[in-house]
């Protein structure tokens, strides 16, 4: 197996955008809405679903399989850097932990529902065929 | 710490993070076949271990390595590493090859794994401080 070094320089170069770019709308929403439940990571993974769904069907169905330089540095680097499933894990248990079982479903069901809509929304809306 | 070394220890951790995702993306298949986004399941649940591990160890030694190097393991490398747009895709994917049985276990098969992984990375993390 070899592995292209302008690929993985990309997928870098994305992974770090997306991190600190996660790291500014958190600290943002986290200063808006309070830290009480975790709605920095929800905006963080609906945005970052809306973009790749976006993303997904301006690129076309073959996107994934033949990793383009686009598709390296935007969709795995960028977006997959940007969202995040660790921080969602965690805070997920954390609420389950302090006993706040409801908000700790919800953040877990409204992420995963309304994040595969998003998705499902963004390739709809660059023309892909949902 | 000051605002503009948290972006730099969040961007070179996420950096890392997602080079080593992309590199275990470009493995796993080869090993497991490219049939089910194995990559991406291993990837989430094992940055979900990281996680909780880190923040575990990091809230009891406060004054450790761990802790100082906080934003550079969890909000970085975990972050980057971790990906949930492209578990959706991947989800979208198996749904558009009419595979919506394989796409249900993929989504359930994950949140068990995350949640098992956070859960345990909280134990070993609270453990290893205790030692330490």
């Known amino acids: 197996m070899t592995i292209g070094l302008t690929g993985l320089l990309l997928v870098a170069g994305g992974g770090a955008l997306g991190g600190m770019g996660r790291l500014a709308l958190s600290n943002l929403v986290a200063r808006r809405l309070g830290a009480a439940f975790p709605w920095g990571t929800l905006a963080v993974n609906l945005s970052g679903a809306l973009l790749m769904g976006l993303l997904a069907g301006v690129l076309g169905p073959s996107a994934p399989g033949g990793a383009g330089p686009v598709w390296q540095l935007l969709a795995i680097g960028l977006l997959g850097g940007y969202t995040t499933v660790s921080s969602l894990s965690l805070q997920t248990l954390t609420l389950w932990q302090q006993g706040r079982t409801h908000a700790a479903l919800a953040n877990l069901l409204v992420t995963l529902v309304v994040g595969l809509l998003a998705l499902v929304l963004g390739w709809w809306l660059a023309g892909g065929p949902a | ?132």
């Open chain 2, 1 to 132: 710490m000051i605002a503009w070394r948290a972006y730099a220890a969040v961007g070179v951790g996420s950096a890392l993070g997602t080079s080593l995702r992309y590199l275990v993306s470009l493995a796993m298949p080869g090993i497991v076949g490219p049939a089910f986004p194995w990559a991406t399941l291993a990837v989430n649940a094992l940055g979900s271990w990281l996680i909780a591990a880190f923040a575990a160890y990091g809230a009891r030694r406060t004054t450790g390595r761990v802790a100082r190097w906080q934003p550079f393991l969890v909000a970085g490398f975990c972050g980057g590493f971790t990906t949930f747009s492209l578990f959706g895709l991947e989800t979208l994917r198996l749904l558009e090859q009419g595979r919506a049985s394989l796409a249900l276990a993929y989504v359930l098969l994950s949140v068990v794994l995350w949640l098992a992984g956070a859960w345990s990375g909280h134990r070993a993390g609270r453990r290893a401080a205790a030692r330490a």
